[in-house]
């Protein structure tokens, strides 16, 4: 399997633009999860879904912020209008399911907002 | 709400020396607990988990961890580290009972010398 792939792997962007994450989760995982990981903050979760309905988004931190996820095999997440403090690596992962099941996690996207 | 608590920014060890990382969560119960890794540049990575049994679980490149109730604490131990065992290590914890996810600690940094 190729594991969970995010795209783009860096993302330079300017204050204003719309950015937009992607994740492709590996095959069969039923529960999707984005991440926010900073030296500040450490590694947030913003939003999962759940057979591709989300199921608890309140980790998204301003209205700006949005994340779809239109089938079994694709999810995005959304920034609108991008700041310099959405400057973080933002990490996808998948699992079987919720709660106990391991959580696999890709690459990540390393956002920088000039 | 569960919590967890990585009490140590960073750790230095020798390489050939053992390794002890601390984790303490806060539960009314007994969680389902993890141990991930992350390499510089690298998503998470999982190196052991505990659900039930057995409190002494061995994991993946030579690690274990001790389940500890009493306590309340998860630590991650290796008898000999490796200069490849540098990287950031997370513990989380998952909630048995509920429809949720994982909360993850802040990290504790693993540099080792030679």
Same mark, same amino acid.
């Given at each position: 399997?190729?594991? *969970?792939?995010?795209?783009?792997?860096?993302?330079?962007?300017?204050?204003?633009?719309?950015?937009?994450?992607?994740?492709?989760?590996?095959?069969?995982?039923?529960?999707?999860?984005?991440?926010?990981?900073?030296?500040?903050?450490?590694?947030?979760?913003?939003?999962?879904?759940?057979?591709?309905?989300?199921?608890?988004?309140?980790?998204?931190?301003?209205?700006? #912020?949005?994340?779809?996820?239109?089938?079994?095999?694709?999810?995005?997440?959304?920034?609108?209008?991008?700041?310099?403090?959405?400057?973080? *690596?933002?990490?996808?992962?998948?699992?079987?399911?919720?709660?106990?099941?391991?959580?696999? #996690?890709?690459?990540?996207?390393?956002?920088?907002?000039? | 709400?569960? %919590?967890v608590t990585q009490p140590d920014?960073?750790?230095?060890?020798?390489?050939?020396? %053992?390794?002890e990382l601390r984790c303490n969560y806060?539960?009314?119960?007994? &969680?389902?607990l993890f141990w991930?890794?992350? %390499?510089?540049?690298?998503?998470?990575?999982?190196?052991?988990?505990?659900?039930?049994?057995?409190?002494?679980?061995?994991?993946?490149?030579?690690? @274990?961890a @001790?389940f500890?109730?009493?306590q309340s604490s998860f630590n991650l131990?290796? &008898?000999?580290?490796?200069?490849? =065992?540098?990287?950031?290590y997370f513990c989380a914890v998952? =909630? &048995?009972?509920?429809?949720?996810?994982?909360?993850?600690g802040?990290?504790t940094?693993?540099?080792?010398? &030679?």
């Amino acid at each position: 399997d190729a594991g *969970v792939i995010q795209s783009p792997r860096h993302e330079v962007t300017e204050m204003g633009q719309e950015v937009t994450l992607r994740c492709k989760p590996i095959s069969g995982h039923n529960s999707l999860f984005w991440y926010r990981q900073t030296m500040m903050r450490g590694l947030e979760l913003l939003i999962y879904f759940n057979n591709n309905v989300p199921i608890d988004d309140s980790g998204m931190p301003e209205d700006r #912020f949005s994340a779809k996820m239109p089938n079994a095999s694709f999810s995005t997440l959304k920034i609108q209008p991008s700041e310099p403090r959405d400057s973080a *690596v933002y990490f996808c992962a998948s699992s079987l399911g919720l709660n106990q099941e391991t959580q696999y #996690f890709g690459p990540g996207t390393r956002l920088l907002v000039l | 709400a569960q %919590s967890v608590t990585q009490p140590d920014i960073h750790i230095t060890v020798s390489e050939g020396a %053992s390794l002890e990382l601390r984790c303490n969560y806060s539960y009314g119960a007994t &969680p389902y607990l993890f141990w991930y890794v992350q %390499s510089p540049g690298q998503g998470l990575q999982l190196l052991l988990k505990y659900f039930s049994g057995d409190t002494l679980v061995q994991g993946i490149k030579g690690f @274990e961890a @001790e389940f500890k109730r009493s306590q309340s604490s998860f630590n991650l131990r290796k &008898p000999s580290v490796h200069w490849s =065992d540098a990287a950031e290590y997370f513990c989380a914890v998952g =909630d &048995p009972s509920g429809y949720s996810t994982l909360t993850f600690g802040k990290g504790t940094m693993l540099l080792v010398s &030679p």
